[in-house]
């Protein structure tokens, strides 16, 4: 058991403690974040567009670097502060939700977003929620919901410096908790 006073967001493995809040909580689960209770059910599907971001740096910008895992991969550009990108209204993510109502009666349904940090990173968080709408669906129908993620504000990641960051790397979208997921590669 930790003291009361211990208030770390991160896991401490030598004492077993699994951290706090979604974000970093790597223990078990009665129910995931974000769970809720319906007279009905629904089912995902995904039409993802883009696959993958290549962003220009100029020579003003410069590569940062991020604390990578053992024997893990470390691009030649790990990330670049985001104050420096000058493009970052261009660098859109978009993609649609199809939910279907596969229950006998009508309901709504919250489709929540979480983008996960390339896994190599150390002590980054394991996901983040990033989007989330709620949309009401007929028994039997179907609704599609578009979603576009800004990069420089849905996928930064804060390094332990308290600088944010856009990682180079693969990233991962989930819908809700992993029930459908697309990776996205950020390159430099």
């Known amino acids: 058991m930790l003291p009361m006073t211990s208030m770390p967001l991160r896991p401490i493995y030598s004492l077993g403690y699994p951290g706090r809040t979604y974000k970093f909580f790597n223990g078990s689960t009665v129910y995931p974040f974000g769970y809720g209770l319906s007279y009905t059910t629904f089912n995902y599907s995904l039409a993802a567009t883009k696959r993958s971001l290549d962003i220009k740096l100029n020579k ?7 604390n990578y ?6 691009p030649s550009c790990a990330g670049v502060l985001i ?14 939700v199809e939910v279907k109502n596969t229950g006998e009666r009508d309901g709504s349904e919250t489709i929540l977003i979480y983008w996960s940090p390339p896994s190599e990173i150390r ?20 609704a599609k919901v578009k979603f576009n993620l800004n990069a420089c504000k849905s996928l930064r990641y ?11 790397g693969r990233h991962t979208i989930a819908v809700g908790d992993n ?7 950020i390159n430099y």
């Open 83 to 96: 104050d420096d990108l000058e493009s970052c209204d261009n660098q859109n993510v978009e993609f649609s």
């Open 179 to 185: 029930i459908l997921s697309f990776p996205l590669s």
């Open 158 to 168: 804060v390094d332990y410096k308290g600088y944010s960051l856009l990682a180079s």
């Open 60 to 66: 003003y910008q410069h590569c940062r670097q991020i």
């Open 69 to 74: 895992t053992d024997a893990a991969f470390q």
């Open 123 to 142: 002590d980054a968080q394991i996901k983040e929620l990033v989007a989330f709408n709620k949309v009401f669906v007929q028994a039997g129908q179907s």
